[in-house]
């Protein structure tokens, strides 16, 4: 897999390291990986692309390896890049990468999930009308903990007479545990170029200013419950509540939604980790996008690069439930549940990639209040930038699409937008859709879709009964399901012959053992093969949102 060729000087910045090293390689080669708790991001730069490059990775000190997804060569930087996925945190990997009989082993480690604490600041019980600004940070070795004393909650409630509830403005600082509440505009902000930020465990409700359509005069869109500036990165936000923003954006029935957001990213320096929130609010009270940020055709952008958004619930969006937008650099979006939006997962552009979106469950769409008709599951798109002097596409990053439900009925009215679309890969996603499953230049470079359950008309309840019935969000594939069987069928019942036009039939479940083995995104499974779709029968459910996070407990300000 090979993008097509266009040579930047300005990529030499644009790739430049934020982990690993150099290892006994030939010269003006390096292979590495950058980490995130469950992930790595690997890259490999080679002057000239020799066929595929396969991955093999296994546990540091362990004898049984596994084969991964294999990487994609980007021409514009010289340089393989991919993803392992499913990984175990602060744990040691060996790496080895084959192109066309030459090898290179190297090795990785994820992220640990604990963060050492060198400092901590208790915030005194009770309620305090003025914004905090933290200013002392700590460090790798000793981060500052900012959390409410034992045995209390602590409320910061700013009755829209300050713009922000708090505002970080050093480098590794946690907040845990606080309930944020009616900031004027953002209810945490993150200063421009601040690295390292963790908020856990906490309640964020009722900021914002009043919102609405552009086209009305307002202008001050994206007010976010957590916003950050220019350049931030490395942000870890997770089990939070996030919900019921002041004021709601627009549906597209008065221009292009506009209004507050749950959590906003702009041009990023990416190694971002995003993971069971659950961000909701009200129809009238809804949200531009639930997490997204900008700049959208660009070589940033949100997440940026080396980043995983996972676990969420997202919903009551009039635009995209994740808009992750820009570079798109080793992104992956996995095992989220997104809901009453219009775009479900937002990928214009995709300028770098490779972004891998899969075993996510994408429900009801809508255009706006009064039509139901819905959106699309992925917007796609791409535009054109000068940069030195030199026309560039923001459109040739891969896109691989992997083990998606989407449920039906209500859902989106097509799976991918209108949009130009290069470079994109899907394989085993259930796609029933009441309108346009695959683009209609479908052939476009290195688009390759196959394997993918897509339907259309009658499709609502027919794809219902593809799962058995739960009270809870998970989706297991039941045995059999309904399916027309179109024609005259004859029949005999108690002696008698007679036949039924297009008859309603039991037929096994077409999702069941029929998936295509995907290295590193569907090894474990039973049964002859994979399932299609993001639940593989006979492996716990997934589970979304901040009260099915693993180890999750109440935060003081849901107990005190």
């Known amino acids: 897999m090979i993008m097509k060729r266009c040579l930047l000087p300005v990529f030499a910045s644009l790739l430049t390291a934020t982990a690993g090293g150099p290892f006994a390689l030939a ?5 590495f990986a950058v980490p995130t708790f469950e992930s790595l991001g690997l890259y490999y730069d080679r002057a000239i692309a020799q066929g595929g490059c396969s991955v ?4 540091a000190g362990s004898t049984e390896s596994r084969p991964g997804y294999p990487l994609v060569y980007d021409q514009r930087a010289t340089q393989y890049r991919g993803s392992l996925v499913g990984l175990k945190p602060d744990t040691l990997y060996d790496i080895l990468l084959e192109t066309d009989g030459e090898s290179v082993n190297f090795q990785g480690r994820t992220r640990s999930e604990e963060f050492p604490v060198g400092k901590t600041t208790f915030l005194s019980g009770g309620s305090t009308d003025q914004t905090l600004n933290i200013r002392e940070g700590g460090t790798e070795r000793g981060w500052h903990l900012v959390t409410p004393a034992a045995g209390t909650k602590f409320v910061s409630d700013v009755f829209n007479l300050s713009d922000h509830n708090i505002v970080v403005e050093a480098d590794y600082v946690i907040l845990r545990g606080l309930e944020l509440k009616n900031a004027g505009i953002h209810g945490v902000l993150i200063r421009s170029g601040v690295q390292h930020v963790v908020i856990e465990d906490c309640h964020i409700t009722g900021w914002g200013r009043i919102g609405g359509a552009r086209v009305w005069g307002v202008l001050g869109g994206s007010d976010s419950g957590i916003y950050a500036e220019n350049d931030a990165g490395h942000l870890v936000i997770q089990r939070n509540l996030i919900e019921h923003p002041r004021g709601g954006a627009n549906d597209w029935e008065s221009g292009h939604p506009s209004g507050p957001q749950a959590v906003s990213l702009i041009d990023s320096r990416g190694g971002n980790i995003i993971r069971y929130n659950t961000i909701r609010s009200t129809e009238d009270h ?3 996008d639930g997490i997204g940020g900008a700049s ?26 994740i808009e992750s937008e820009g570079a798109n650099r080793n992104v992956r979006i996995w095992s989220n549940y997104l809901h009453h939006t219009f775009v479900h ?17 994408f429900g009801e769409s809508r255009i706006s209040h009064q039509d139901s008709s819905g959106g699309m599951m992925i917007k796609t798109g791409m535009n054109y930038l000068n940069i030195d002097g030199e026309r560039v596409s923001t459109g ?16 989106a009215l097509d799976v991918f937008s209108s949009h130009e679309l290069y470079n994109a890969v ?15 230049d479908r052939g476009a470079p290195l688009n390759d879709f196959r394997n993918d359950l897509t339907g259309s008309h009658l499709g609502g309840g027919f794809v219902r009964s593809m799962f058995l019935p739960s009270e809870r969000l998970e989706w297991y594939l039941a045995p059999t399901m309904n399916r027309i069987q179109w024609g005259r069928v004859p029949y005999s019942r108690n002696g008698r012959d007679f036949a039924i036009t297009d008859p309603l039939v039991q037929v096994k479940n077409p999702a069941i053992d029929t998936g295509m083995r995907l290295p590193g995104f569907n090894d474990q499974y039973s049964g002859a093969g994979p399932d299609i779709g993001a ?12 009260e099915m996070a693993p180890g999750f407990s109440r935060a003081p300000w849901e107990l005190y």
């Open 27 to 31: 010269a003006g080669e390096k292979a």
């Open 56 to 59: 093999k990775y296994r546990v």
């Open 286 to 288: 809804g949200f531009n």
């Open 296 to 321: 959208n055709y660009s070589f940033k952008g949100s997440p940026n690069r080396d980043s995983d958004i996972y676990g969420n619930i997202v919903a009551n969006c009039w635009d995209d439930a």
């Open 345 to 361: 997962v937002a990928t214009a552009a995709t300028s770098m990639g490779p972004l891998y979106i899969f075993r996510n469950v």
């Open 396 to 411: 040739l990053g891969y896109r691989f699409i992997f083990h998606n439900t989407a449920l039906q009925p209500g859902g």
């Open 426 to 440: 899907s394989r085993n996603n259930i796609f029933y859709s009441r309108g346009r499953t695959y683009p209609q």
């Open 535 to 546: 639940f593989e029968n006979g492996l716990p459910p997934l589970r979304f949102g901040r």
